[in-house]
């Protein structure tokens, strides 16, 4: 079984400064993958961000970074120079190896509500 | 950039009633998926759906609840008698064939339907 923990109910932060959302993750699988999910007040899912557990560097995309640490099974999201609109929910959310095509699904965390102050 | 879309984006019913909810994944995309969320809570799974049958389906996922892909573009959630309890925001998601070593086979989610049953 698969389990993503997101212990930052909220957040507040202060615009054009560097946020980490953290993110721990239990498995028992050797391959997996990480995601990150923005979801606006909306409600849409909006992919940020995906790392591969063989993936040696850490992802990037734009401003959001992933600081992957294996041994540590963390995956937190780095978002740099903070804006107005990141205000969201933020949701970690994992994928396990592909096994007789049944567990393609995500598992996902509680979230973390990210509130960026002007 | 392709997109899975979801329809309606908010539905009403009476709690009793039988609701159908759409999705059109992503064209080349294999694999299907719905998920929920009810409101302030985590996302959670229900159903993947590959090859014309169920792969995987959670415990939320009951007698209740059923899927079809009736054409080669649409992907439906039928809710036989709707309860007050599945009110929630119902995504659906696609994805590609699964490569080795590669899990994130371009996984998308639909903006979502919110169902409030009443």
């Known amino acids: 079984a698969q389990k993503i923990t997101q212990t930052q109910p909220g957040m507040f932060v202060q615009e054009k400064e560097a946020v980490t959302l953290d993110c721990t993750y239990d498995?028992?699988?050797?391959?997996?993958?990480l995601f990150w999910y923005k979801q606006p007040s909306s409600g849409e899912m909006i992919f940020l961000i995906y790392?591969?557990?063989?993936?040696?560097q850490n992802a990037t995309e734009g401003r959001y970074s992933l600081n992957f640490q294996k041994a540590r099974k963390s995956a937190n999201l780095v978002i740099s120079a903070s804006q107005l609109g990141d205000s969201a929910m933020y949701f970690c959310?994992?994928?396990?190896?592909?096994?007789?095509?049944?567990?393609?699904?995500?598992?996902f965390g509680t979230g973390t509500r990210l509130t960026i102050i002007p | 950039e392709p997109e899975v879309t979801q329809t309606p984006s908010h539905q009403v019913t009476q709690m009793g009633q039988e609701v159908i909810l759409r999705c059109v994944p992503i064209?080349?995309?294999?694999?299907f998926y719905w998920y929920r969320q009810i409101l302030g809570q985590k996302v959670e799974f229900l159903v993947s759906?590959?090859?014309?049958?169920?792969?995987?389906k959670s415990e939320i996922f009951d007698d209740q609840f059923s899927v079809e892909r009736p054409d080669g573009s649409n992907f439906t959630l039928k809710i036989r008698s709707t309860k007050l309890e599945d009110s929630a925001m119902y995504f659906c998601?696609?994805?590609?064939?699964?490569?080795?070593?590669?899990?994130?086979?371009?996984?998308?989610f639909g903006s979502g339907t919110r169902l409030t049953v009443v």
């Open positions: 064209s080349n995309h294999l694999y």
């Open positions: 498995t028992s699988d050797q391959s997996y993958g």
């Open positions: 790392q591969g557990s063989y993936d040696e």
């Open positions: 759906f590959y090859n014309n049958e169920i792969s995987e």
């Open positions: 998601a696609s994805s590609e064939y699964p490569g080795q070593g590669d899990l994130n086979y371009g996984y998308t």
């Open positions: 959310a994992m994928r396990g190896i592909i096994s007789n095509f049944g567990n393609e699904k995500l598992t």
